[in-house]
């Protein structure tokens, strides 16, 4: 039971070059979610999908873009990267909206 | 001023201590109380949860929840080296579903 996957690990981008960040939860959960991690900052909610089909915006969803594929996989995608997306990316699922949020390992993006 | 708000830290606690948390919230109404641990370049684990005022206790931790005063801490008894890392307290407000996650406390043990 892998919980939730996040791929890549690691990915170095240049400025202006898009990517799409991939997350699979096998929980059967309803609700998934992409944060950000900058230091100082905790936890800051880009997107979320509160069930299959839907998607809503978050805290800071400026320059992301989701897709929620199918109720197992949610994709976050920069279309245009900026040195300001530097950040560290988690995913996280949740049964349903009320409850305990379970989190992916995260992915490092470095943008130059 | 923050919605969640946690001192960053570092708190220094000697091994065998109690270590004390703190997080205050700024939404009266919020419900649900989260407290996660994450160890430097890992992903948040869950500790604990907690609803209702009061404490609640699991293990070696204990939530305490303060509704009136807006405030929800995390004591953790018998402080060990394993439990050096930053404690992320989430907060689900009144309105919608979404967590509020505060800064963190970085928590550092002592041998």
């Known amino acids: 039971n892998a919980g939730v996957t996040q791929t890549p690990k690691f990915q170095v981008l240049k400025t202006g070059q898009s990517m799409t960040l991939q997350c699979a939860q096998d929980m059967n959960h309803n609700s998934m979610y992409w944060y950000r991690q900058d230091p100082g900052m905790g936890l800051r909610l880009i997107y979320y999908?509160?069930?299959?089909?839907?998607?809503d915006k978050g805290e800071v969803p400026n320059g992301y873009n989701v897709s929620r594929l199918n109720k197992r996989e949610f994709s976050l995608r920069l279309e245009s990267a900026a040195p300001s997306q530097t950040s560290v990316y988690f995913c996280?699922?949740?049964?349903?909206?009320?409850?305990?949020?379970?989190f992916g390992p995260g992915t490092r993006l470095l943008v130059l | 001023q923050k919605e969640v708000e946690q001192n960053s830290g570092p708190l220094s606690v000697p091994e065998g201590a109690i270590a004390s948390l703190n997080c205050t919230y700024s939404d009266r109404g919020s419900q649900s109380f989260f407290w996660y641990r994450q160890y430097s370049g890992k992903s948040p684990e869950l500790i604990m949860f907690?609803?209702?005022?009061g404490d609640k206790e699991d293990g070696r931790f204990t939530a305490q929840l303060n509704k009136a005063s807006q405030y929800v801490s995390l004591l953790i008894r018998d402080s060990q080296p394993s439990d050096s890392a930053t404690y992320l307290c989430a907060v689900r407000p009144a309105a919608g579903n979404k967590l509020t996650f505060g800064g963190g406390t970085r928590v550092l043990v002592k041998p």
């Open positions: 996280a699922s949740s049964s349903g909206q009320q409850e305990t949020q379970y």
């Open positions: 907690i609803y209702s005022n």
């Open positions: 999908s509160a069930s299959e089909g839907t998607t």
